[in-house]
């Protein structure tokens, strides 16, 4: 396993880590001054649109998707350290550079199983970054860590289908320039295979039945720059049978597909969440004095900047193995890998920040620092894409079944 960046890479993290000191740093509190002043707060602000621009032309785009034919053509060990650097602002940069959870999920999908059709009425101008999406699978009446139990219903009425169930959770569904989802519901729910029950298909929002009903909110915050996290109904909504994605029944082999990039993307970005905490904690650590010495030289504050600091190495180690073994024997043979890190990174990132928080006292809870939004962040990916403990399970069963 050779781990050294390449020349591409290496040329990549340059101009990237040139465009967040240039570009994405300084528009942070010009993004929040802009959106106090929208008149809607999913409106996007205008500095957003200038970040994407430049990011463009400097050829910072789509740098997640490993399809040259739309994407930059990079591997997942390639993009890792791209995708690292955009962490340390998950809330601008990603988008910025189109590389913004949930559309990079959804424009996998198209490009891997979409139709030539649905590639050029969703996939293009979701590549252009003229639209947004949302993917629409989570349910409030049902444990959907275990994605069998999803109750939507997508039934066939001749050339369309009829799709009826509740939704929340469904990220980027707020934003105004959402246009589609990917829904995924049973179109056969009493198959004998619980595997093959599922399907998806493509829903515009401005389908007649569906309802954006409300914002979640995930710790007092509504995650404006991802375009929130919405309650949707789907109200016998109908779409023509030509939306459905791949073919019926193969909705959670799809979601699995879906869900082991996005898996290693959030884990890749987590990393730069702790590296921005980190550098917060020594910032804080040599301006501030306690009990006369600054907080850098008490004992206490020191081992939690050198265990940070060996956590983020051991992480980010394990990521790239994970990214390397993705490129080298796909993700179904690094299936381990992408469960260790989903269970590891969250966690780590987590107690990270809360050391972050402690040691900034009263301002690391406040507006004033990212480290509260990052703390909100981080936690919810110890749920997204399936909670630690449905991988818990299931990578002990791996290592168990060694044995009997």
């Given at each position: 396993?050779?781990?050294?960046?390449?020349?591409?890479?290496?040329?990549?993290?340059?101009?990237?880590?040139?465009?967040?000191?240039?570009f994405v740093?300084?528009?942070?509190?010009?993004?929040?001054?802009?959106?106090?002043?929208?008149?809607?707060?999913?409106?996007t602000?205008?500095?957003?649109?200038?970040?994407k621009?430049?990011?463009r032309?400097?050829?910072?785009?789509?740098?997640?998707l490993p399809?040259?034919e739309?994407?930059?053509?990079?591997?997942?060990?390639?993009?890792?350290?791209?995708?690292?650097?955009?962490?340390?602002?998950?809330?601008?940069a990603?988008?910025?550079?189109n590389?913004?959870?949930?559309?990079?999920?959804?424009m996998?999908?198209?490009?891997?199983?979409?139709?030539?059709?649905?590639?050029?009425q969703?996939?293009?101008?979701l590549?252009?970054?003229?639209?947004?999406?949302?993917?629409?699978?989570?349910?409030?009446?049902?444990?959907s860590?275990?994605a069998t139990?999803i109750?939507?219903?997508?039934?066939?009425?001749?050339d369309?289908?009829?799709?009826?169930g509740?939704?929340?959770?469904?990220?980027?569904a707020?934003?105004?320039?959402?246009?589609?989802?990917?829904?995924?519901?049973?179109?056969?729910p009493?198959?004998a295979?619980?595997?093959?029950?599922?399907s998806?298909?493509?829903?515009?929002?401005?389908?007649?039945?569906?309802?954006v009903?409300?914002?979640?909110?995930?710790?007092?915050?509504?995650?404006?720059s991802?375009?929130?996290?919405?309650e949707?109904?789907?109200?016998?909504?109908?779409v023509?049978v030509?939306?459905?994605?791949?073919?019926?029944?193969?909705?959670f082999?799809?979601?699995?597909?879906?869900?082991?990039?996005?898996?290693i993307?959030?884990?890749?970005?987590?990393?730069?969440?702790?590296?921005?905490?980190?550098?917060?904690?020594?910032?804080?650590?040599?301006?501030?004095?306690?009990?006369g010495?600054?907080l850098?030289?008490?004992?206490?504050?020191?081992?939690?900047?050198?265990?940070?600091?060996?956590?983020?190495?051991?992480?980010?180690?394990?990521?790239l193995?994970?990214?390397?073994?993705?490129?080298?024997?796909g993700?179904?043979?690094a299936?381990?890998?992408?469960?260790?890190?989903k269970?590891?990174?969250p966690?780590?990132?987590?107690?990270?920040?809360?050391?972050?928080?402690?040691?900034?006292?009263?301002?690391?809870?406040?507006?004033?620092f990212?480290?509260?939004?990052?703390y909100?962040?981080?936690r919810?990916?110890?749920?997204a894409?399936?909670?630690?403990?449905?991988?818990?399970?299931?990578?002990?069963?791996?290592?168990?079944?060694?044995?009997?």
């Amino acid at each position: 396993m050779d781990f050294a960046f390449d020349a591409r890479t290496e040329e990549l993290r340059a101009k990237l880590l040139a465009f967040m000191d240039e570009f994405v740093y300084p528009a942070e509190p010009v993004a929040e001054e802009q959106r106090a002043r929208l008149a809607s707060p999913w409106d996007t602000p205008a500095v957003v649109g200038e970040l994407k621009a430049e990011a463009r032309k400097q050829g910072l785009w789509n740098l997640f998707l490993p399809d040259a034919e739309y994407g930059a053509g990079l591997t997942n060990l390639q993009y890792a350290p791209l995708a690292e650097i955009t962490g340390r602002s998950p809330h601008l940069a990603p988008t910025a550079t189109n590389c913004a959870a949930p559309d990079t999920g959804n424009m996998e999908v198209l490009a891997q199983f979409g139709n030539e059709q649905q590639k050029k009425q969703w996939l293009e101008p979701l590549l252009a970054g003229e639209i947004r999406s949302a993917f629409a699978m989570t349910e409030p009446e049902v444990a959907s860590s275990d994605a069998t139990n999803i109750t939507t219903h997508i039934e066939r009425d001749g050339d369309e289908y009829v799709i009826t169930g509740r939704k929340w959770y469904i990220s980027g569904a707020m934003n105004p320039d959402c246009a589609i989802f990917i829904v995924m519901g049973k179109t056969d729910p009493d198959g004998a295979d619980i595997r093959r029950q599922q399907s998806m298909v493509l829903v515009p929002r401005d389908t007649p039945g569906v309802t954006v009903k409300r914002a979640m909110q995930v710790f007092g915050y509504e995650d404006h720059s991802h375009g929130g996290h919405a309650e949707v109904i789907f109200d016998h909504a109908r779409v023509p049978v030509t939306n459905l994605i791949g073919e019926e029944g193969g909705g959670f082999a799809i979601a699995q597909a879906r869900l082991g990039p996005g898996r290693i993307h959030h884990c890749m970005r987590l990393i730069g969440m702790a590296e921005r905490a980190i550098e917060l904690m020594c910032r804080r650590a040599v301006s501030r004095t306690a009990f006369g010495k600054a907080l850098a030289q008490q004992g206490v504050v020191q081992n939690w900047i050198a265990d940070a600091r060996v956590t983020v190495e051991q992480l980010r180690l394990l990521v790239l193995k994970t990214a390397w073994l993705m490129d080298t024997v796909g993700n179904k043979g690094a299936h381990t890998e992408i469960q260790a890190i989903k269970i590891a990174t969250p966690r780590a990132v987590v107690g990270i920040l809360d050391r972050a928080i402690q040691l900034h006292g009263a301002g690391g809870v406040s507006q004033d620092f990212p480290l509260a939004e990052l703390y909100a962040s981080a936690r919810t990916l110890m749920l997204a894409d399936g909670p630690d403990e449905v991988h818990q399970r299931s990578l002990a069963r791996r290592e168990l079944k060694k044995y009997l």
